[in-house]
């Protein structure tokens, strides 16, 4: 089984960077499109970002040209580089395994696995 363990959250200004890490254990990582989701307060879990195995990337409308997925299948890693932020980012965000039949799934029931979060502030 692998487990997932998300890193980078903090508080920054509007206008300001982040860089969250999702790092897996677990040999298998390198077979399944990852993504990233975010929550915030009152609000569901909604789709940010996801990688597929060989690298074709998905983004959700509101953060294309802001925000960058990447991963390392030797490091067992995927990163999201965030610029630009807007107050409206701010959430728990989440890291998870595609296990569904689409690797395109942007349907958080297609994952899992998935981290503990971490938290993003964006201050205006």
């Known amino acids: 089984q692998v487990r997932l363990v998300e890193s980078g959250g903090g508080s920054v200004q509007a206008g300001g960077s982040l860089r969250l890490s999702c790092e897996a254990s677990?040999?298998?990582?390198?077979?399944?499109?990852v993504g990233w989701f975010r929550q915030a307060p009152g609000k569901e879990r909604e789709f940010v970002s996801a990688?597929?195995?060989?690298?074709?990337?998905y983004y959700e409308d509101s953060v294309k040209g802001r925000f960058t997925i990447t991963r390392d299948n030797a490091k067992n890693t995927v990163c999201l580089q965030m610029n630009s932020l807007k107050p409206e980012d701010t959430a728990v965000y989440y890291c998870?395994?595609?296990?569904?039949?689409?690797?395109?799934?942007?349907?958080?029931?297609?994952?899992?696995?998935w981290g503990q979060g971490t938290q993003v502030t964006v201050s205006s």
């Open positions: 998870a395994l595609n296990l569904g039949l689409f690797g395109s799934s942007r349907d958080p029931t297609d994952f899992g696995s």
């Open positions: 990688i597929r195995r060989r690298g074709e990337t």
């Open positions: 677990g040999r298998t990582f390198s077979n399944y499109a």
